[in-house]
Each structure stands twice: as C-alpha cells, then as structure tokens.
C-alpha cells in the first residue's frame, strides 16, 4: 500500500485544486452580473415572478455558488489532510479518488448549470422565465447529478478520515492510540 508520512502529497493537491476552481468560480460570477446588467434574454412569467427569490433572477445562480462553495470546501479538506499527516499516516491513493470525485463534480456543475443553461434553451427556449417542466428539470438533473459527484467526493473523505483517525497517532515522538 502506497502511504505517506504526512497528508501534505494530497493535501496540498486539494488546496491548489480547491484554489483554482475558487479564482474560477469568482470568474464565472460576472456572468450573474453581466445578466443582470442586460437583463432576461426572454420575458420573464408569472411563475418566474413568483420564484424569483428562489433564483435570483438569473439562471447561473446556482451553479456559481456550488462551484465557490465547493472550492471552498476543497481547500478545507487539503488544510485537514495537512495536519492530520502530521499525527497519522495518510494512504495517498485513497485521497486521490475523493479529490477527483470533488475536481469532477465541480467542473461537471459548471457544464451543466452554466453552459448546459444555454444548450437546454436551444431545445427549449424560454425554459428558465417561463418556465417549461421538461427543460427545468432536465437542466436541473443534470446539475444534481454534478452536485452529487462532488459530495461522493465529500462522503469519501469522509470515509478516509474516520480509517485514518482510528489508527495510532504518533505525537512528539510517542505513538498513542486514537481516541
């Protein structure tokens, strides 16, 4: 088995990735201002106007938050590998899938939700401000599937902390048994 004395090999790994989608993600956030600067490429319904709140009235919403968000909390997981490879070993492979479970999920929610927006409204134009069922829902599925890649990734780091925090610590020197 391939292992590590520390978490800084995948550690640092998350954080660079988790970064990179972060500046990314900001990136992709002008497009929510762009939008409202012109505003709805289509007239918006009355069912739009009474789920506005729950949009915010432009349709790369929530894609630009789950890729912030996740970036964020990829960089939380690289600064957890970090230390926890200063008390426990760390196997390296295991770190690897969840990493491009996360990387994968949120490239995957920017495809979806932010171009996939304008490939669904090229078969069902005016989907998003009027709305049409069949175009929601299939855009919407599509970043759900994305969204649960990035948690497998999540719920596999999960995983490797609870099997790396059940073996003995090592601490000043001394190994010690997990709590």
């Known amino acids: 088995m391939n292992r590590s004395d520390e978490g800084l090999p995948i550690g640092v790994q998350f954080i660079r990735w988790g970064l990179g989608l972060l500046a990314f993600g900001i990136f992709i956030g002008f497009g929510i201002i762009g939008h409202y600067i012109r505003g709805a490429q289509y007239e918006t319904g009355e069912m739009f106007m009474k789920n506005v709140t729950l949009w915010f009235a432009c349709p790369w919403t929530l894609s630009v938050y789950a890729v912030q968000a996740g970036a964020l909390g990829m960089v939380v997981i690289g600064t957890m590998y970090v230390a926890l490879g200063r008390v426990f070993m760390i196997p390296v492979q295991h770190g690897q899938a969840s990493l491009w479970l996360c990387v994968t999920g949120l490239v995957a929610v920017f495809l979806t939700g ?66």
């Open 114 to 179: 932010y171009v996939g927006y304008f490939v669904v409204d090229s078969m069902w134009p005016t989907f998003y401000y009027t709305p049409i069922a069949a175009g929601k829902n299939v855009w919407l599925g599509a970043q759900a599937v994305s969204i649960a890649l990035y948690w497998l990734g999540v719920i596999s780091v999960l995983l490797n902390v609870r099997t790396i925090t059940r073996q003995p610590a090592e601490l000043d020197g001394h190994r010690r048994s997990a709590a």
